[in-house]
Structure formats: structure tokens, C-alpha cells
């Protein structure tokens, strides 16, 4: 398949100043435009690190929460009586907890004799073990002893579990001090054991021998990061590790150990507003509503008509009316201001602005005609699904009657042909372009879209809510509440209704008066 580069656009210098690759660095291939990596590193699979890699590191987090700066020492210790046990071939033993499973039947029986109730307790039943004994399948389990337990008495599920959603919480932002702290901390066995070479010229050789107490913050971020990437890249190599059995273990156990709790509904971002500012500014919508409903009625009374083919003035002042209706409304009723709601309504006003202007400056009167035939085709397609159904659909409100007298009478409607294409036989872009709106196709219209279509980022943001839970990775869960007096969409709404004011009025050139003279408030003065 050949790839189209794109053309050089005027944006993509923003772009490239911004550090982001722009516009013309992309590809077009068929109907995706991809981007840099897709060619430079084809079939890059992205690592879900509190996913798929978390759940391994709990044994290395619990004896660096609990030991600090000594869980070095318990570490390699540990790991360096367990290495010549260890299973795998051509691998080593890092401390991830499948790891664990990798052992000798030899190592399993006799671990007292190999390692020492001492170092069993030290190294692993204080950090860890308490808190893996909720998780019967564990691969630690053959070291988890009941006799090893019962020294710090009676296990709390309430301490245990309070403890590992502490660390697990710390441990998400895979890339703060503390994770990234955690993450490197195997990259002592990949250096013990010879299994990495570093060339001589990369500058984070110097610091390995310093980290972490003598290196500064920024040093410490550079080693954590190379030791990162060295082993994730190491990690998904090795087949044991790569199916990910421990990790969905426990998360999904985590389920029966832990209820959910849906987080406080967060309004960052969102500006709300106290009594004295609702009353006000409800009262300013009151007056923009009677002042819309002033220039909806000086439009109909001064606009020149052509009353011997009235279909065009009637289809354009329509789709005007239709707009400013979604607009009121929109203002009339607080509770279409939440993000999702609004969202929709705007793509309904947007997709009847490209219609209204592409009919209005760029549409011949046969598109014209197409327009207004389309809605009889429409009408005949579902009399032509009701005949096929024994009864009416409950939530089809219109009867085979009623479309009948819509189409003409019995005869008009058997002639009615249908067509089934759109019928501009066009698509919204090529119509914003005709209609010199291709800003709001791209910067509108399109984004969204996703929101009419029930796209995921609209579907999270707006119907979900997170788990505060740690435990359980902070998934989401349903909600229906929406914060009220949401201000950003009623402003952006006031924004882009007023610009197609000014746009009708270039186009159709009515009403010639300004409408600020009908007495219209910006809403964004009283919010500011």
C-alpha cells in the first residue's frame, strides 16, 4: 500500500516549536494518519505498567516501605541464596513475584536449611508475606508459613490490606521517587549476574556506582530511567513473565477482598458559582432570551422574500430558526450545561450551521431541491419498514396514515422513490470547506462528534467516575450525576452562537442592525 505524506501546512510550525511532531510529519495511509513511530518502530507494544507490571514489584515495594535504605542488603541477600535454585534459563531472579514460582522442588522443602527462618521473616513475611496470605495463589505461597505468621500475632485484614492499598497507591505513578526507586532496584542483579552490557559513552554509566545517596534528584531520575527502560525491554522477553498470570490474579482477587468506593465528584477545571452570581446570571439569560426573540421576529418581518419560489428563504430562515431554538433552550435549562450534554447539542448546532451555510452560499438549486426531496424519501423508507412489521414499534411515533398524508395521498406516495445516499452527495467537510467553515468542522463539528457517537473519552469523562480504591487500580465505575452550573460550555456555546450570528448576517445579510442593539449580554461579562 503507497503512503501519501500530507502537505505542508501553516500549523505545523506551532508544532514543531511545541516539540510535537506536526501535521506534515505524518503519514496518510488509507484512512489512518500515522504518526512518526508508526514507521520508525512498527509493531511497538506499550507496556501498562499498573497493570501488567505493578503487581510483580510488591515483594521489592514491601521491603523498601518497611526496611528503607537496609532492604539492599535483605534484597541481595535473599536473591543470592535463591539464584542457583532458580529455574529459568538464560534468566535471573530480580525479586518479581513470579519469579517466585521458578524454583526447585529442592529450594521448596528445604527452605528453613537454605535460607533461614531469620531471613524468611526479615526479608519476606514482614514486608510482604502478612499481605500475600490473602492471595492463596500466589507464587510465593511455599514460603508463606503459618509458624512464620504467627510472631507478629493475629493477621488484621483491615492493617494488612490498608498497608498494600498504601503501597500500591505510591506505586502507580510508575515514574515518581518511590516507584521509579523500586523499578531500578533489579537492575543490581542484571549487573551482578554480567546479563548487560553498557557502553562506555553513555553518560549514566558514571552515576551507577553513586546511586542513589550521592547522586542528585536529577541523577537519580536519569538512573531510574535507564534501568526502566532496560528492563521492560528485558521483561517481554522472557515467556514466564509475559503472560502476566500473577497480575491478573491479583487484581481480579482484589475485587473479593475490597469493595469500591466511587471518588468525590471532581469540578477542577469547572468554575462554579455562589447565589448572588446564579441569581444574576440567570437573570441576564432571562433578558438574551427575550432579546433573541426580538431579533427572531424583527428577521421575519424584514427579510425580502421571494414569494414566487419561496422554497430557499424557507429552508435557510428554518435552519436559522432551528439554531437559535438549540441555543435557548440550551440556556433555558441548567441541566443541559454538563460537558456531555452540551456537547451534543453543539454538534446539532454545528452540523446545522454547515448545512445553513452551504446552502445559503455554496448549494445549487438542484442541491437545493435534493435537500427537501430527501426528507420524502425518508418519509417513504420507514412506511416502507412499517408495512414490513405486523405491529408498530412502540417508540415510532408517526403511523402509515400519517405518513401517507405527508407524501401526498395513496398515489403520490407509491411513485415516491427513495434516495438513500446523502443528499448533497457529500460529506460534512467538503461541505464546511464550500461553505467557508472549515474551522468549525475541525475545531467543532468534528471533536465532537464523539460525543453524538458515544466515543470512549466522552463516554469516560462523562458517565464514569473512579474508584478510589487502590486495590483496585482506580477503574471506573458508572455514575449518572453531573455537577451543576457548569460555566465553560455555556460560555463556548455563547462563543460560537454569537460568531454564526455574524455569519448569517454576511451571508444573508439580516437583520442589518447589530445584535448587541437587541440588547444582548455577553454571559462571559458576569462570569469573568
Given amino acids: ?112 536449611e537454605i535460607l533461614g527462618d531469620s531471613l524468611i521473616y526479615e526479608a519476606f513475611i514482614r514486608p510482604i508475606g502478612r499481605i500475600l496470605s490473602f492471595y492463596p495463589e500466589n507464587p510465593c505461597s511455599w514460603l508463606i508459613r503459618q509458624d512464620l505468621l504467627d510472631i507478629d500475632g493475629r493477621i488484621d485484614p483491615e492493617v494488612e490490606l490498608t498497608r498494600l492499598s498504601c503501597i500500591v497507591a505510591k506505586l502507580i505513578p510508575g515514574k515518581d521517587y518511590f516507584p521509579g526507586h523500586v523499578r531500578a532496584i533489579p537492575l543490581k542483579r542484571y549487573l551482578k549476574h554480567n546479563k548487560v552490557k553498557i557502553c562506555r559513552d553513555i553518560s549514566v554509566i558514571e552515576l551507577l556506582p553513586k546511586y542513589p545517596a ?115 433552550l440550551f440556556l433555558e435549562n441548567s441541566n443541559l450545561w454538563a460537558g456531555d450534554i452540551s456537547s451534543i447539542l453543539v454538534r446539532c448546532f454545528t452540523d446545522t450551521w454547515i448545512t445553513f451555510g452551504y446552502l445559503a452560499h455554496a448549494a445549487t438549486n438542484k442541491e437545493l431541491k435534493q435537500y427537501i426531496e430527501h426528507s420524502r424519501c425518508k418519509d417513504k423508507l420507514l412506511f416502507l419498514h412499517l408495512m414490513e412489521r405486523s405491529q408498530r414499534l412502540k417508540f415510532a411515533d408517526t403511523t402509515e396514515e400519517e405518513l401517507i398524508a405527508e407524501l401526498g395521498g395513496g398515489f403520490m406516495t407509491e411513485i415516491q422513490s427513495v434516495e438513500l445516499s446523502h443528499w448533497a452527495k457529500s ?5 464546511a470547506k464550500s461553505a467557508k467553515l472549515e474551522h468549525i468542522y475541525k475545531l467543532v463539528y468534528d471533536p465532537t462528534s464523539m460525543h453524538v457517537h458515544s466515543g470512549w473519552k466522552s463516554i469516560r469523562t462523562f458517565n464514569l467516575r473512579y474508584c478510589s480504591e487502590p486495590l483496585h487500580r482506580y477503574h471506573r465505575v458508572p455514575v449518572l450525576q453531573s455537577p451543576l452550573y457548569i460555566l465553560e460550555p455555556l460560555i463556548s456555546f455563547e462563543n460560537l452562537f454569537l460568531e454564526m450570528l455574524s455569519y448569517a448576517r454576511d451571508i444573508i445579510g439580516t437583520p442589518k442592525d447589530n445584535f448587541d442593539e437587541f440588547g444582548y449580554k455577553r454571559l462571559s461579562t458576569i462570569i469573568a
Avoid at 446570571?281 to 419561496?310: M, S
Fill in 1 to 112: 500500500m503507497t503512503r501519501k505524506r500530507i502537505k505542508r501546512g501553516e500549523s505545523c510550525g506551532h508544532s514543531q516549536k511545541s516539540g510535537f511532531s506536526g501535521i506534515n510529519q505524518h503519514i496518510k495511509e488509507g484512512t489512518r494518519l500515522l504518526s512518526p513511530f508508526d514507521k520508525n518502530m512498527p509493531g511497538l507494544v506499550l507496556i501498562d505498567w499498573a497493570r501488567d507490571l505493578l503487581p510483580e514489584h510488591l515483594w521489592i515495594a514491601g521491603l523498601y516501605d518497611l526496611h528503607g535504605d537496609r532492604m539492599h542488603t535483605l534484597y541481595s541477600e535473599f536473591l543470592d541464596r535463591i539464584d542457583k535454585y532458580f529455574t529459568v534459563d538464560k534468566a535471573i531472579h530480580r525479586g518479581f513475584i513470579s519469579d517466585f514460582a521458578n524454583v526447585t522442588e529442592e529450594l521448596k522443602g528445604n527452605t528453613v
Fill in 427 to 431: 460529506n460534512a467537510r467538503t461541505m
Fill in 214 to 328: 550521592d547522586c542528585t534528584d536529577e541523577e537519580q531520575y536519569r538512573v531510574q530511567s535507564f534501568a526502566r527502560s532496560l528492563i521492560n525491554v528485558s521483561y517481554m522477553h522472557e515467556t514466564h513473565l509475559t503472560k502476566f498470570e500473577w497480575s491478573k490474579y491479583f487484581w481480579r482477587h482484589n475485587l473479593q477482598l475490597r469493595v469500591c468506593r466511587i471518588s468525590e465528584l471532581q469540578t477542577t477545571k469547572l468554575q462554579a458559582l455562589d447565589e448572588n452570581r446564579i441569581e444574576q446570571l440567570f437573570g441576564t439569560i432571562h433578558k438574551n432570551i427575550e432579546a433573541i426573540t426580538e431579533y427572531v421576529e424583527r428577521t421575519a418581518t424584514t427579510f425580502e422574500y421571494d414569494l414566487y419560489d419561496t422554497d430557499k428563504n424557507e429552508v435557510i430562515l428554518g435552519l436559522l430558526a432551528r439554531m437559535i431554538r438549540l441555543y435557548t
